[in-house]
């Protein structure tokens, strides 16, 4: 069955009542989250976990997408609104788009972030239907040594491009492989890092892991910082734009997307690069060159474009492979893994009508989203007014309920809060917690493929370099580690 036809099947399951619900609740959880600075999508999901394990995979899955979405169209209001981004891919919505609400074009603002978010949504998930499962059948010739290095090179890239510096990634992603291998080893039998404790022979739940890297250590280095509120620039009158806006605005939606999808898909994508390569481009080729830095219109609308379409960019790795390269995906793919499904080549051959009931509620929730933000952008303004103590207190209370929701009892809870301390330690450091999870989901496989590549091999080491691709993988690898490390020496020999 052709993608066209699975998709019109995926939108008969993904319309069912039941289903509109929870992608109802996701994209609205999911702006609100994204419009509230500190939060963000990954957190959010991972907060979810343990209360969704008792939903059917379809229904939690179109949550989780929901909020995914819904966070990416949220964090443009809190950038707009009060200059500091609901998640980092609003950055760049925060410079040009701050200055207009200033301006008093904030209602303007607000809606081509708003109607350039579901029109690049909706182009890049079209591209991902008919890209996805092609992009799969491609994968499924992998061997064991072509996904080594596939895996490889998510280490290096994520520890190196969502790090303050290549050595934190580094360190954040050994902290995360360290975490994978308490338990015992499959193929010997023995216990790894258990320390005599019994609850640690099975492993650590990726879900504490998450949890308390993400919400715990969060809201604790949040008190040890100290918290300050910026001001909220209000909102006047409603988000609707001008002809001149939308003659400004088309193109660079258009040109946002063709930057953000194919960036996104790229195991070494994600958000941010897209972003900013937009707003670089827009402020290069504009009429307006004097509005940019007081207040552009095209300097939102690219970047949130791109924003939206790397969102489901990202979605092609995560779905056909199984490389999350953002945080968010990260945990994404650990919804999937808690509901028995790994994301990979299989996944459309053996889950082909749920995948393709994901795909089908991103374009119901991309419409969802627009109906939302546009009439309601007031509402999700004043959520900025919402004090931080009071957001940081739910979501301790929400980790710890989570937690115990799942089943975890003490040493659960224990291990949480322990884990949680250590997420502290990173924030404090500025070592991004991303590399970790991606390493502590990703480092169990890595270490079945690379077992499985020596065994076939009789432990020859030769064979990871065996085929064209392998080798090609492992050159893209040692240029992802490299170049930002040669790049920024090149820079602060330029300074001195």
């Given at each position: ?141 992998f061997t064991p040594a072509d996904y080594v290095a596939l895996m490889a090179i998510a280490f290096v890239t994520v520890a190196s491009l969502l790090g303050a510096s290549p050595l934190k990634g580094i360190a954040s992603l050994v902290i995360g492989l360290t975490v994978g ?274 065994l076939i091999s009789e432990g020859d080491l030769t064979v990871l370099l065996d085929s064209t691709l392998s080798k090609v993988l492992w050159a893209i690898a040692v240029a992802a580690l490299v170049l930002p490390i040669l790049i920024g020496w090149l820079r602060r020999s330029?300074?001195?």
């Amino acid at each position: 069955m052709d993608s066209f036809s699975m998709l019109l099947d995926g939108f008969a399951a993904a319309a069912t009542p039941t289903n509109l619900l929870f992608a109802l609740i996701g994209v609205t959880i999911g702006t609100a989250v994204g419009v509230l600075p500190g939060i963000g999508p990954a957190l959010t999901v991972a907060l979810l976990l343990p209360l969704t394990f008792r939903l059917e995979p379809d229904a939690a899955l179109i949550l989780f997408a929901g909020v995914y979405y819904g966070g990416m169209y949220g964090g443009s209001t809190s950038a707009i609104l009060l200059r500091t981004p609901g998640e980092s891919a609003s950055m760049v919505a925060a410079l040009e788009g701050n200055k207009m609400a200033r301006a008093g074009r904030a209602a303007s603002a607000l809606a081509t972030a708003a109607i350039g978010s579901f029109v690049a949504g909706t182009i890049a998930t079209i591209l991902l239907t008919f890209v996805a499962q092609p992009f799969a059948e491609v994968a499924v010739k992998f061997t064991p040594a072509d996904y080594v290095a596939l895996m490889a090179i998510a280490f290096v890239t994520v520890a190196s491009l969502l790090g303050a510096s290549p050595l934190k990634g580094i360190a954040s992603l050994v902290i995360g492989l360290t975490v994978g291998l308490v338990g015992i080893e499959a193929q010997s039998g023995q216990s790894r890092l258990t320390f005599g404790v019994p609850t640690l022979l099975d492993g650590i739940d990726v879900v504490i892991v998450v949890i308390a890297l993400f919400a715990i250590g969060e809201v604790f280095a949040h008190a040890l910082r100290g918290g300050g509120g910026g001001t909220v620039t209000p909102l006047r009158g409603r988000a609707v734009m001008t002809r001149q806006d939308w003659r400004r605005s088309w193109p660079a939606w258009l040109r946002g997307t063709a930057f953000g999808f194919p960036i996104g898909a790229l195991p070494a994508g994600g958000a941010e690069i897209p972003t900013f390569l937009s707003y670089a481009t827009e402020r290069r080729i504009s009429k307006h060159k004097d509005e940019f830095g007081h207040g552009a219109i095209e300097g939102v609308a690219g970047p949130e474009a791109a924003n939206n379409a790397a969102a489901a960019g990202v979605l092609v790795p995560l779905l056909t492979i199984g490389l999350p390269t953002s945080a968010t995906a990260a945990v994404i793919l650990t919804a999937f893994q808690s509901y028995g499904l790994q994301p990979g080549p299989q996944l459309f051959s053996e889950s082909g009508p749920l995948v393709y009931a994901l795909i089908a509620s991103l374009f119901i929730g991309n419409l969802m989203l627009l109906v939302l933000n546009l009439p309601l952008a007031r509402v999700w303004a004043r959520l900025l007014q919402i004090p931080a103590y009071g957001i940081y207190a739910g979501i301790l209370v929400f980790a710890t309920l989570g937690t115990l929701a799942s089943g975890g009892g003490f040493p659960d809870l224990l291990l949480l809060y322990v884990i949680g301390l250590l997420g502290v330690l990173m924030a404090m450091a500025d070592v991004p917690v991303a590399p970790a999870v991606v390493g502590l989901i990703l480092g169990p496989l890595f270490e079945t493929q690379l077992q499985r590549t020596l065994l076939i091999s009789e432990g020859d080491l030769t064979v990871l370099l065996d085929s064209t691709l392998s080798k090609v993988l492992w050159a893209i690898a040692v240029a992802a580690l490299v170049l930002p490390i040669l790049i920024g020496w090149l820079r602060r020999s330029t300074r001195a």
